[in-house]
């Protein structure tokens, strides 16, 4: 088999880890509503996933273990897709906010700045960022 095979499996298996967490996530309350449902749609289509990948995912049996990625950009990019997640409806419960917490720790951020980014991620999505940040972001 080319390496470049092993490479995609690699590669797919990444992205139905990172698609079964986001599923986790936002199943977190109890059930995915229909506008999380939407979100987990995107994702899927976004990362590839099959649809009897998406059915095996959205078991309660999840099989998956969190991936971790070296770069602390692609690890910043998957807490941000969790809060696409969590806001999808607009709120985060304080189930949801305890699985991003531990999820921001498992991708390799220390607690007190995993606290860090969830309170700014939560100001953001919330529209509750105070000017300075405000110009930050514009500038950027």
Do not use: C, W
């Not at 470049?4 to 079964?20: P, T």
């Amino acid at each position: 088999m080319p390496i470049i095979d092993l490479y995609e499996h690699g590669e797919k298996r990444k992205e139905l880890a990172h698609f079964a967490t986001l599923a986790s996530l936002a199943a977190v309350d109890g059930e995915i509503n229909a506008k999380e449902k939407e979100v987990l749609d995107k994702f899927a289509f976004k990362l590839n996933i099959t649809e009897d990948e998406y059915k095996m995912v959205m078991k309660k049996e999840n099989k998956y273990p969190i991936e971790t990625p070296h770069s602390g950009e692609k690890r910043l990019k998957r807490l941000f897709d969790f809060f696409q997640i969590i806001f999808s409806d607009h709120r985060m419960d304080d189930l949801e906010r305890a699985m991003v917490e531990k999820y921001a720790i498992a991708l390799g951020f220390p607690a007190k700045r995993s606290q860090e980014i969830i309170e700014k991620s939560a100001a953001i999505f919330t529209g509750r960022i105070d000017f300075e940040d405000y110009q930050h972001l514009m500038e950027k």
